[in-house]
Each structure stands twice: as C-alpha cells, then as structure tokens.
C-alpha cells in the first residue's frame, strides 16, 4: 500500500510505485516517477524528469532532480535515472542532464552520505560509497564500488575507476585509475586499494597483479605509455590488469600520478 502524508504535495502526473512511502513536507513535481518500496523521510524534494527505481530511502533535505546548475542550460527536457536500493542521506543533492535529452544515470546500491552532490550529466555506477561532502562536478564517471571520501572534490569530465579509494579532503583533476587509492591535494596515488579490494574478495593473485602494475606506472622511471607498454608485455593477462590498461588507454585527461 502506498502512503502519502497528508502536508506532501504530489503532482498530479507522478507516477507513485506500490509499497513506497511519501512522508510529511516532501514535494514531488511533475514528470516524476517513483518505483515500489520507496522511503521518503520528509521535506524531500523529487523534481522530474525524474525516473527512481525501487528500494530507494531518501532522508530529510535531500533534494533529487533539479535542474542543471552549468550556466548553458536553458530549460530544455533534460532527464535523471536512479536505479534500485540507494540510500540518500541528508542534504545529498543530485541534479539532472544539461542538454536537451541528456541524463544524469545513478546506479543499484549506492550509499551517499550527507551533503554529497553529484552534477548534471555524470555517470555513477553500483555499490559506490560517497562520504560526507564527497562532490562530483558536472560529466564525472564514477565506476562500480569506488569509494569518495569525505570533503572531496572531482573536477569535471574526470573518471574514478572501479575499486579505487579517494582519501578525505582530495582535489581529483585527473583520472583516478581503478583498484588505486588516491589521496591529497593535489592528488597523488598512494598504492593500490589492498584492503578493499581482499574485503570483495579478489584474489592473492589479482592483487600481487596489481601491485606490479602499481610498480611500473608509479614507481619506475617510465612514463605512462611506457609503462602501460612494459604491463602488457611483461604481465600476465588478467581481468583487472587489462580492465586497468584499458581505462588509462581511454583517459582524456590523462591519469593522477
């Protein structure tokens, strides 16, 4: 059964999913649709075009869909999807694409702490973790169980890649390569995210892969390519070592070193 309490103003053309609960204050808008077993704690705001999956908690102040805040938009449609089981702590801030029929896409799982913030057109992937103020400028790519730390900041058009780690109060203006831990400011790679990487259970193997490749692109006196050379030449093929080559060959902004 659905629940609507009575001080929520729900347009009339949001589509509302079985199960969900809709608590006082909150406000969703027009265009606005909102999947089963939903929580909205109160004075949540959904602004549309907005589709949520299911399973999703919102808690109080957050504020999901608005419009873009890049200074190129001029109200064209422009979307936001979120898929199923994400937990929206107080004050997060979510907003959509910039261009007209752009979206910003969240994934399954995601856990996003107080006051954290993910901009127009940016593309986050599943069981992410975003600690407190961990924000994302407009058009970042977040890969699937990276972690942000709290008070962190990501420059736009940058990627974060699966299984990295960025400390506390970290400037990101580069890539930050997968299964690496990034921290300071500016940035620097500190070594690859070994505790994270044996809590999801990757093997002594993967991680001894890792640890080679961490060797050659940071502590050689080679340069990237020259490295990424030497990777692929030298180590074996693996899943994380040619999902790693693999993210550096495609980075715009070159990789934090």
């Given at each position: 059964?659905?629940l609507i309490?009575?001080?929520?103003?729900?347009?009339?053309?949001?589509v509302?999913?079985?199960?969900?609960?809709?608590?006082?204050f909150?406000?969703?808008?027009?265009?606005?649709?909102?999947g089963?077993?939903?929580r909205?704690?109160g004075?949540?705001?959904?602004?549309g075009?907005?589709?949520?999956g299911?399973?999703n908690?919102?808690?109080?102040?957050?504020?999901i869909g608005?419009?873009?805040?890049?200074?190129k938009?001029?109200?064209?449609?422009?979307?936001?999807?979120?898929?199923?089981?994400?937990?929206?702590?107080e004050?997060c801030?979510?907003?959509?694409g910039t261009?007209?029929?752009t979206?910003?896409?969240i994934?399954?799982?995601?856990?996003?702490?107080?006051?954290?913030h993910i901009?127009?057109?940016?593309?986050v992937?599943?069981?992410v973790?975003?600690s407190?103020?961990?924000?994302?400028?407009?058009?970042?790519?977040v890969?699937?169980?990276?972690?942000?730390?709290?008070?962190?900041?990501?420059?736009?058009?940058?990627?974060?890649?699966?299984?990295?780690?960025?400390g506390?109060?970290t400037?990101i203006?580069?890539?930050?390569p997968?299964?690496m831990?990034?921290?300071?400011?500016?940035?620097?790679?500190?070594?690859?995210n070994?505790?994270?990487?044996?809590?999801r259970g990757?093997s002594a193997?993967?991680?001894?892969?890792?640890?080679?490749?961490?060797?050659l692109?940071?502590?050689?006196?080679?340069?990237?390519k020259?490295?990424?050379?030497?990777?692929?030449?030298?180590?074996?093929?693996?899943?994380?070592?040619?999902?790693l080559?693999d993210?550096?060959e495609?980075?715009q902004?070159?990789?934090?070193?």
């Open positions: 059964m659905t309490h009575p001080s929520a103003v729900v347009d009339a053309s949001a509302i999913g079985e199960g969900t609960e809709i608590g006082p909150c406000h969703i808008g027009a265009h606005v649709e909102i089963s077993e939903c909205l704690l004075h949540v705001t959904i602004a075009p907005t589709k949520i299911p399973g908690t919102f808690y109080p102040y957050t504020s608005q419009r873009s805040q890049d200074l938009y001029a109200g064209e449609p422009t979307h936001l999807e979120i898929g199923a089981g994400n937990s929206f702590r004050f801030t979510v907003n959509r261009l007209p029929d979206r910003t896409v994934g399954n799982h995601g856990n996003f702490l107080a006051y954290s901009a127009h057109d940016c593309t992937g599943d069981h973790i975003f407190n103020n961990g924000t994302l400028a407009g058009h970042v790519l890969e699937d169980y990276a972690v942000i730390g709290g008070l962190s900041g990501v420059h736009q058009f940058c990627r974060i890649g699966r299984h990295a780690i960025i506390g109060c400037k203006v580069q890539d930050v997968p299964y831990i990034a921290d300071g400011n500016p940035a620097e790679i500190r070594g690859v070994q505790v994270g990487l044996e809590r990757f193997g993967d991680v001894r892969v890792l640890r080679e490749c961490y060797r692109l940071y502590r050689s006196n080679l340069n990237v020259q490295a990424c050379g030497q990777i692929a030449s030298e180590i074996a093929t693996a899943e994380v070592r040619d999902h080559l993210f550096i495609k980075s902004r070159g990789i934090v070193r």
